[in-house]
C-alpha cells in the first residue's frame, strides 16, 4: 500500500478523457459524452479480475458495506458479527443502517476466529462481515460454511485486500458477496470509492438502484427523472473522474502486489533471526497482497523488547494494542455509546433504553495475540536503503533478544 506511489500518464490520461467530455456525472448526457462511460468500464473491469459476476461502484468503501448490508436485507434489530480487529468503518456501517455489531476474537490469521464465530451465532444474526484485514485472508473458507448452516449471508469486508486470493479465487468472491475501497491508502486508490462485487443478479439490480435513489434503471423514453421507484434509495454514486483513476490503478494492481511481496520477503527473512518469532498465519501465502508484515514474539514483554530496539534504530514498527482505530478495546467512543443524536441513537433506542451496551475486556484472546504482534506497513516502492534499515534492525533485534 498505497496506489498514490505508481500515478503516472496512465491515470492523467485517463481523467484527461473525462475532461475532454466535460461529463463528470455516471448517468445521462447521451451525446455529450460521446461514449465515456469510465465507472462503467470501470466496473466491468473489477468484475472481470476478481471473477465476479456484478460490481456496483460506490463512493467509499463504508458505502459499499452500507449499500451491500442494506440488499442483503439487514436492517434495524437485527445483529451482524464481524471481528473486533478492524477499522472502525466496519461497525459504523452496521450501526448506521440501524443494526447492531457483535464482535469476535481473532486468530493468528489476525481475522476472525471461526471457532467464536460459531458462539456468537444468535437468531437474530442476520449478516456475517469477517473482515481480510492487513491485506491478508480470513478463513474464508470454514467462516463460509458455518454461514450456511445457519443460513446467514456473508459479506467479505475486502477494503484492505483487492487484489488477494485463495488458490487462485479472489477474495470478495466466497461469500455472497465482497465490498472494497479505494480510499487514499488503499493498495489501490482513487481518493475516495468503493465497489461491491456479487454472483447474485438480483442483488446488483437492488444495489444499483439503491445506491442511486432508488431509480429504478428500466429504460425510460422521457430520460432519467421518469422512471419508477421499487424502494427508497440514497445516494452514494462514483463520479466518472474515480471511475477513470480506478481504471487506471486495477491495471497496475498485480504489480503493485508483486513489489510489495518483494519488499516483504526481505523482511521476513530478517525477521526470522529473531528467537521464537512466528509469523501471521496465512491461509494461502501466494494470495497474500503483502500490504503488511505481521510477525509475532511469545510473550508481550519480549514484544516491547523488540520494538524499543527498532524504535531505536528509527524504525519502530506498529504495535495494534496501542493503536486506537482498529482494535475493540480501544474504541472509547464505542463502550461508551457516544453519539451525536440528543436520543442516544444508535445505542439508546429513542425511548431512553440501552439497546447495546460494550465491555472492552470481552475479546482476551484477541487481546493476547495483538501483545505480542508487531506489524510494518509495506509499499510499493520501498528504496534499498530503507529495507536494509528495517532488515539491520530486526537481525540486532534478534542478537539482543534472546
Ligand atoms: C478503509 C476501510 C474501510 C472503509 O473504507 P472507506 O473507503 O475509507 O470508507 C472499511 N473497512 C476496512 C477494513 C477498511 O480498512
Not at 467530455?21 to 465507472?39: D, M, W
Amino acid at each position: 500500500m498505497p496506489g498514490f506511489e505508481v500515478f503516472g500518464e496512465e491515470e492523467k490520461q485517463q481523467i484527461s478523457e473525462v475532461l475532454d467530455t466535460g461529463v463528470l456525472f455516471r448517468y445521462e448526457f447521451g451525446e455529450q459524452r460521446k461514449g465515456v462511460y469510465k465507472v462503467l468500464e470501470f466496473e466491468k473491469n473489477f468484475a472481470k479480475y476478481c471473477g465476479a459476476g456484478f460490481a456496483q461502484a460506490v463512493t467509499s468503501g463504508t458505502a459499499a458495506l452500507k449499500v451491500a448490508m442494506t440488499a442483503l436485507g439487514v436492517g434495524a434489530g437485527d445483529e451482524v458479527i464481524t471481528q473486533g480487529f478492524t477499522f472502525v468503518a466496519t461497525w459504523e456501517a452496521i450501526l448506521d443502517i440501524g443494526a447492531i455489531p457483535v464482535f469476535t476474537e481473532i486468530d493468528e490469521t489476525l481475522n476472525m476466529d471461526p471457532d467464536d464465530l460459531r458462539k456468537k451465532i444468535t437468531d437474530k444474526t442476520k449478516c456475517i462481515i469477517p473482515v481480510h484485514m492487513l491485506g491478508a485472508m480470513a478463513r474464508i473458507e470454514e467462516i463460509v460454511s458455518i454461514a450456511k448452516e445457519h443460513d446467514i449471508p456473508v459479506l467479505e469486508d475486502t477494503a484492505q485486500a483487492a487484489g488477494g486470493r485463495i488458490k487462485g479465487q479472489h477474495l470478495g468472491t466466497f461469500g455472497n458477496c465482497g465490498t472494497f475501497s479505494f480510499d487514499s491508502v488503499k493498495t489501490m486508490t482513487t481518493g475516495e470509492g468503493g465497489m461491491i462485487i456479487t454472483a447474485d443478479e438480483n442483488m446488483w439490480r437492488d444495489m444499483s438502484e439503491y445506491h442511486d435513489h432508488g431509480h429504478d434503471h428500466a429504460v425510460n423514453p422521457g430520460g432519467r427523472g421518469g422512471e419508477g421507484r421499487s424502494f427508497i434509495g440514497f445516494n452514494y454514486r462514483m463520479m466518472e473522474l474515480q471511475g477513470a483513476m480506478g481504471i487506471a490503478q486495477l491495471a497496475k494492481l498485480d504489480s503493485m502486489i508483486a513489489a510489495q511481496k518483494a519488499n516483504k520477503a526481505k523482511l521476513r527473512a530478517a525477521a526470522e533471526t529473531i528467537p521464537g518469532v512466528k509469523f501471521r498465519t496465512l491461509v494461502d501465502e501466494e494470495g497474500d497482497t503483502a500490504t503488511f508484515f505481521a510477525f509475532m514474539l511469545e510473550s508481550s514483554e519480549q514484544c516491547n523488547n523488540v520494538n524499543k530496539v527498532l524504535a531505536d534504530a528509527g524504525v519502530g514498527a506498529i504495535n495494534f494494542s496501542e493503536n486506537s482505530w482498529h482494535f475493540y478495546p480501544s474504541w472509547e467512543h464505542l463502550h461508551k455509546g457516544a453519539s451525536l443524536a440528543k436520543s442516544g441513537y444508535p445505542f439508546m433506542d429513542g425511548q431512553g433504553k440501552r439497546r447495546v451496551v460494550y465491555d472492552p475486556d470481552v475479546l482476551p484472546k484477541s487481546a493476547d495475540i495483538m501483545s505480542r504482534t508487531l506489524v510494518y506497513p509495506v509499499s510499493i516502492k520501498m528504496s534499498e536503503e530503507q529495507i536494509g534499515k528495517m532488515c539491520e534492525a530486526l537481525k540486532k533485534a534478534g542478537k539482543e533478544i534472546g
